[in-house]
C-alpha cells in the first residue's frame, strides 16, 4: 500500500474502536506501513493528520514495540503536532512509552528508548503542560512526567509548580490528575 492509498483509507477511520482497531491491525500486519502512517500523521495541518493519529494511539496501545524503528521518527517529529484531535493521541503513546520503559515485564523498549528519546518526550509533555491543551493531553502528560520524574530528579519540582500554578483555573478533571499526581509525589517522598 502506498501513503497515497494509506492516505485515503484513512478517509474512512472515525471515532469507533472498530475503525481504529481495524486500520491499527491493519498497520502492525503490515510493519511498512508504520512509517507512511507516520508521514501522514506529520501533516500537522491536514485534516487527515488526527486520524493517523487515532490509528497510530490504538497500534501503540495493542503493541508498543511497533514504534520502536520509528522511535526517532515520533520523538524528533511529535512537538510539531497542534491539532487537538491529534494531540490527545500523541501524548497517550508518550505516557505508553514511559509506562512500558519502567514496566516490571521485560519489552524491548527499555532496550531501544534513548536519553535523547526520553528528553524529547518530556520537552513536548513540559510544553503540553503549560501550553492551551485540553484536559486529556495534559492528564497523559502528568503520568508520563510523574514516571520519568523517578528517572529525572529535575521533572518533579517544575511540575509541582505547573500543577500548583494552574490547578485553580482548570477543570474538575485536571484537578483530580492533579491531586493524584501530587499525592504520588509526596509518598516517594520527592517533595
Known sequence: MTTEQLYNELNYVNHS???RTYYANLVIGNPDLVSKL??????????????AAWVFEFMCSDNIETIIPHLD????????????????????????????YTSKTENKIKEFLTPIHKERIIETCFDYMINDEKVAPKAYSMSTLFIFGKEYD???????????????????????????????????GKR
Do not use: G
Open 38 to 51: 507516520l508521514e501522514i500523521l506529520f501533516k500537522v495541518n491536514d485534516k487527515i493528520s488526527p486520524r
Open 73 to 100: 521518527k515520533f520523538t524528533e517529529q511529535m512537538h510539531k503536532v497542534h491539532l487537538d484531535s491529534a494531540v490527545r493521541p500523541v501524548a497517550k503513546v508518550c505516557e505508553l512509552i514511559a509506562k512500558a
Open 154 to 188: 529535575w521533572i518533579y519540582p517544575e511540575l509541582i509548580t505547573i500543577l500548583e500554578r494552574d490547578f485553580s483555573e482548570q477543570s474538575a478533571a485536571f484537578k483530580a490528575r492533579a491531586r493524584q499526581i501530587l499525592k504520588k509525589i509526596n509518598k516517594n
Open 17 to 19: 474502536r472498530e475503525k
